[in-house]
């Protein structure tokens, strides 16, 4: 419908980092990367690894939320 924002289920396999033994890895698209690292260090939030450069020029950044879940924000991801 129109106005409506889409959900966008992505399931990640074969990096290294994405293998964290069966937990949950929540992620998000971002329009600027190094945006997302300044407020996610200003809430203490834990960086894990990245930005690391994949394919397709696509960023990736894994962090952990308060509850120890793994996150991951992209930018340039296009669907």
Known sequence: ???EES???E???GHESCNNSGNITLGFGVDNLEDTIKKLKTSNVEILEGPISVAN???ILFAKDINGVKLSFLENLKF
């Open 11 to 13: 399931l990640i396999e």
């Open 1 to 3: 419908m129109k106005g």
């Open 57 to 59: 020029g696509v960023k």
């Open 7 to 9: 959900i966008v289920i």
